[in-house]
Nanobody, 124 residues
C-alpha cells in the first residue's frame, strides 16, 4: 500500500505557473503508475495527466496538452506536475493517484490510491 501527499498548490494569476508535487511513501514507488486528476467546484473529477512506471510514457488531457508537464523521480518517490500558462478554468483541487496494474490511465476508478488534494486557484 502507498500513501500520497500533494503539495504546491496556491493562488496564481492568469498566465502564471505552479509546480505540484506528490510524495509517496509506504511501498516501492516505481511499482506504481501515477496520475493527476482535478475536480472543479460543481464538476466531476477529470483526468489531467499520467506517467508510466519508469517515466518513459506520458499522457495528457487535451485541455492541458502543451501547458502542463508530468514527470517523476523514482529516487525521491515523487511525481510532479509543472503547470504553465495557467487559466482560470484550471482552478480546481488537484489529486495525485497511484495504481500498480493500470487499465485505463484516464479513468479515476482504475486507481486504487489517492492523495488528499491540493487547491489551485487561477485568478483572472
Amino acid at each position: 500500500q502507498v500513501q500520497l501527499v500533494e503539495s504546491g498548490g496556491g493562488l496564481v494569476r492568469n498566465g502564471g505557473s505552479l509546480r505540484l508535487s506528490c510524495a509517496a511513501s509506504g511501498h516501492t514507488f516505481s511499482s506504481y503508475f501515477m496520475g493527476w486528476f482535478r475536480q472543479a467546484p460543481g464538476k466531476e473529477r477529470e483526468f489531467v495527466a499520467a506517467i508510466s512506471w519508469s517515466g518513459g510514457s506520458k499522457y495528457y488531457a487535451d485541455s492541458v496538452k502543451g501547458r502542463f508537464t508530468i514527470s517523476r523521480d523514482n529516487a525521491k518517490n515523487t511525481v510532479y506536475l509543472q503547470m504553465n500558462s495557467l487559466k482560470p478554468e484550471d482552478t480546481a483541487v488537484y489529486y495525485c493517484a497511484a495504481e500498480e496494474d493500470i487499465g485505463s490511465y484516464y479513468e479515476e476508478f482504475d486507481y486504487d490510491y489517492w492523495g488528499q488534494g491540493t487547491q489551485v486557484t487561477v485568478s483572472s
